[in-house]
């Protein structure tokens, strides 16, 4: 016999509890396994019950609606958040979607209209998860779990400032990685709020991080299983590169912390040969526990003061924070864009001497990334294109230079 659907009632007057909990009782495949009166009370029975449905009423005192189910969907993904409201006007439909809402219900209420409701959004949480079971359970190939023996080689493709290309030359990097070296390649798009990885490869974010949070936040001590941190990263075909991609809602970013990510990176390199990260362009501690990481970083400038400037600061800051100088390097994007900074001034400026040299890409890297297809595999003749081989180049020669001195003994002992 299958199971009723789990509802927990969150309703602060308790009249309006009763009423929606009777209109439920009478629907034999729907069953109300809790109530609570404000969010608080709620959360504790989010863990201790299966429930699949939360119905939040608008009779809520003293709490915002949008609040308490962003509330709920970061704490519980599983459930389907219903609100009922008597104000449908759709600014207010707006915000509780944005927060992770599934459903809406309108006031006055209608006992078949709010069963149909939950049924509907029931039957979609159903099927997400199936997909998710069914991509978790795709055969991964030969899992090649380094006990021993040299790590994988962490890129990290980071500029000072937005808007400068840092995504697309992550993106093509790591595609021509996995193209020209036949090894295993993973990227990770650690640009949480913001990030377009998935958009770029025109990958659908069936897994991401946060299927990885919430393991090491149910279980913070236990050893990240490898095969299952595969099998979270999206596959992009016909390459076999493999994507960690980030939460789909920005607001979600924030439950990715500096430890969950070094976590991850640590289990990476035992997988992988070589992981290139695509870094958001700011400084907090989950970027810079990334950095303390990182065998390399590709810093991207573009020939503009705004980036110049941010680049300056970021060079300040490495020497600070003890990066090796011989660690970083700078690649210049759109380095024959028709302005008066050319390639000397950006090395003067930097004091740092100017690694590698992109072109402008034009219209064709905008039309890759509309297309979801990598201007590397798309056109691997163009200069772009050219220009991320040579980007291939060092960091094959910098993978050579490190895996000669990083091994698994670096690293806690597998339990």
Request: with cysteine.
């Amino acid at each position: 016999m299958t199971a009723p659907i789990g509802v927990l009632l969150l309703d602060s007057l308790p009249e309006s509890r009763q009423l929606t909990a009777t209109m439920l009782s009478f629907d034999p495949d729907i069953a109300v396994i809790g109530q609570a009166t404000q969010s608080a009370d709620l959360f504790p029975l989010l863990e201790a019950e299966q429930a699949d449905i939360v119905v939040i009423s608008d009779t809520m005192q003293g709490e915002e609606i949008p609040k308490a189910v962003w509330q709920i969907t970061r704490r519980a993904r599983h459930v389907g958040v219903i609100v009922i409201s008597a104000h449908a006007e759709p600014e207010v439909m707006r915000r509780a979607m944005l927060a992770g809402a599934r459903g809406f219900v309108a006031r006055p209420l209608d006992s078949r209209q709010l069963r149909t409701t939950i049924r509907d959004v029931y039957a979609r949480i159903i099927e997400e998860r199936v997909e998710r079971s069914r991509q978790m359970t795709v055969p991964t190939g030969p899992l090649v779990w380094r006990r021993s023996g040299s790590l994988g080689h962490i890129v990290a493709v980071f500029g000072a400032k937005g808007g400068i290309g840092k995504t697309t030359i992550a993106v093509n990097l790591a595609v021509s990685l996995r193209q020209e070296t036949g090894r295993d390649v993973a990227l990770v798009d650690a640009d949480l709020s913001l990030g377009d990885v998935g958009l770029f490869l025109d990958l659908t974010p069936i897994h991401t991080i946060l299927d990885i949070v919430e393991v090491l936040e149910r279980e913070p001590d236990a050893e990240l299983d490898g095969e299952f941190v595969k099998g979270i990263m999206e596959r992009y075909d016909p390459l076999g590169l493999r994507v960690l991609l980030g939460p789909v809602r920005p607001e979600h970013a924030e439950l990715v912390t500096s430890e969950h990510f070094g976590r991850i990176l640590e289990v990476l390199p035992r997988l992988f040969d070589y992981i290139v990260v695509d870094c958001p362009a700011v400084y907090d501690e989950r970027v810079l526990s990334i950095l303390d990481r990182t065998d390399q970083i590709l810093l991207i400038v573009a020939p503009e003061v705004g980036p110049l400037k941010n680049a300056r600061h970021f060079l300040d800051l490495s020497e600070t924070l003890g990066y090796p100088r011989e660690c970083i390097q700078i690649v210049l994007n759109r380095a024959d864009s028709q302005v008066s900074i050319t390639a000397d001034d950006v090395q003067r400026w930097l004091a740092y001497p100017v690694s590698h040299r992109i072109v402008s890409g034009g219209p064709a890297v905008a039309e890759a990334a509309n297309r979801g297809r990598p201007l590397a595999l798309q056109n691997p003749q163009h200069p772009v294109s050219q220009g991320i081989l040579a980007l291939v180049e060092a960091v094959r020669r910098a993978a050579t230079a490190t895996r000669q001195q990083k091994s698994t003994d670096q690293l806690r002992p597998l339990k």
